[in-house]
């Protein structure tokens, strides 16, 4: 809380003197710890749920949505920190946390379906593919990727902010270079996910002007089946003993899905430096490669 204490121009711009005095100076770093917070979420959902006849089920579900928060990722909300966003001190008459939130997801599609196969029946009707053929079983997810938040990594402004950073996170934001936009400034390869040019130093002693989780991150896809077969035979166990024969497959497609790229794209330590040659580049993926397992299971 005991950041130092700017001046307020006339159209609202935050500038911090150099060795601008903190709030008290009796103290240097003050950190208050406070559970509050404020969110906004406005979605509309689509559901299709469908029974055919002949063992086959389906269903999806969309939905379309928008989530705003003024902070997160921390039990206590004021200094909250993780891969992807740094909540900023509040100034007066600046709303310069509140922007999409850590989870939000513009986009989300979830698909399902079971299927009784028609063939390697052990009885006569479809009900028998449950005891004595194949049940197809499969999943399917794609949504949109979650906000990220463009970072200098020294404190560019300061604003003598102190905070408890996470890997990849920085004191300050960064500000956007004329002619672009939050779309325009992501190229969206995993070598190169933002566009340097895209992003500029601002001027020492003021707040960059991209917010909060402004940017979004990769998206994500991913599609997992399974097929299962169970056999009823009477054993010791009891009469209605089923052996069930499971294949496996998720990330089907063996779709790479990509971490967030590293989001530092200045150090802040002089004027016109150039952006760094790690920025925007992606070091890891999500969620697994495909993987296959097969299984027994006893019923009884």
């Given at each position: 809380?005991?950041?130092?204490?700017?001046?307020?121009?006339?159209?609202?711009?935050?500038?911090?003197?150099?060795?601008?005095?903190?709030?008290?100076?009796?103290?240097?770093?003050?950190?208050?710890?406070?559970?509050?917070?404020?969110?906004?979420?406005?979605?509309?959902?689509?559901?299709?749920?469908?029974?055919?006849?002949?063992?086959?089920?389906?269903?999806?579900?969309?939905?379309?949505?928008?989530?705003?928060?003024?902070?997160?990722?921390?039990?206590?909300?004021?200094?909250?920190?993780?891969?992807?966003?740094?909540?900023?001190?509040?100034?007066?008459?600046?709303?310069?946390?509140?922007?999409?939130?850590?989870?939000?997801?513009?986009?989300?599609?979830?698909?399902?379906?079971?299927?009784?196969?028609?063939?390697?029946?052990?009885?006569?009707?479809?009900?028998?593919?449950?005891?004595?053929?194949?049940?197809?079983?499969?999943?399917?997810?794609?949504?949109?990727?979650?906000?990220?938040?463009?970072?200098?990594?020294?404190?560019?402004?300061?604003?003598?902010?102190?905070?408890?950073?996470?890997?990849?996170?920085?004191?300050?934001?960064a500000s956007i270079?004329?002619?672009?936009?939050?779309?325009t400034a992501v190229?969206?390869?995993?070598?190169?996910?933002?566009?340097?040019?895209?992003?500029?130093?601002?001027?020492?002693?003021?707040?960059?002007?991209?917010?909060?989780?402004?940017?979004?991150?990769?998206?994500?896809?991913?599609?997992?089946?399974?097929?299962?077969?169970?056999t009823r035979f009477?054993?010791?166990?009891?009469?209605?003993?089923?052996?069930?024969?499971?294949?496996?497959?998720?990330?089907?497609?063996?779709?790479?899905?990509?971490?967030?790229?590293?989001?530092?794209?200045?150090?802040?330590?002089?004027?016109?430096?150039?952006?760094?040659?790690?920025?925007?580049?992606?070091?890891?993926?999500?969620?697994?490669?495909?993987?296959?397992?097969?299984?027994?299971?006893?019923?009884?």
């Amino acid at each position: 809380m005991n950041t130092a204490v700017p001046t307020v121009s006339a159209d609202g711009t935050v500038f911090f003197p150099a060795n601008a005095p903190r709030r008290n100076t009796a103290f240097s770093t003050i950190e208050l710890k406070s559970s509050d917070g404020n969110s906004w979420y406005n979605a509309g959902i689509l559901e299709v749920r469908k029974r055919w006849s002949r063992g086959f089920n389906f269903q999806s579900s969309y939905t379309f949505s928008r989530n705003i928060d003024t902070t997160q990722a921390s039990t206590f909300f004021s200094d909250a920190t993780n891969g992807t966003t740094t909540a900023f001190p509040e100034f007066p008459g600046m709303n310069y946390n509140k922007g999409l939130a850590d989870y939000h997801a513009k986009h989300n599609w979830v698909v399902n379906f079971t299927w009784a196969l028609p063939f390697g029946r052990g009885l006569d009707g479809w009900e028998g593919a449950l005891l004595g053929g194949w049940e197809l079983a499969g999943i399917g997810q794609a949504r949109s990727g979650n906000p990220l938040t463009v970072f200098v990594a020294r404190n560019r402004s300061r604003s003598l902010w102190s905070p408890s950073l996470a890997p990849g996170i920085g004191f300050d934001r960064a500000s956007i270079a004329p002619g672009y936009t939050y779309e325009t400034a992501v190229i969206g390869r995993p070598d190169q996910y933002f566009d340097p040019k895209a992003f500029v130093l601002q001027p020492a002693g003021t707040l960059g002007n991209t917010g909060r989780g402004a940017f979004v991150g990769p998206n994500y896809r991913t599609f997992d089946l399974a097929a299962v077969k169970r056999t009823r035979f009477h054993s010791w166990l009891g009469e209605a003993t089923n052996l069930q024969l499971r294949v496996e497959a998720f990330n089907l497609f063996n779709r790479a899905n990509f971490a967030p790229p590293s989001l530092i794209v200045f150090t802040g330590a002089a004027d016109n430096e150039r952006p760094l040659s790690t920025f925007g580049q992606t070091r890891s993926t999500v969620g697994s490669s495909r993987q296959i397992q097969l299984g027994v299971r006893l019923e009884f």
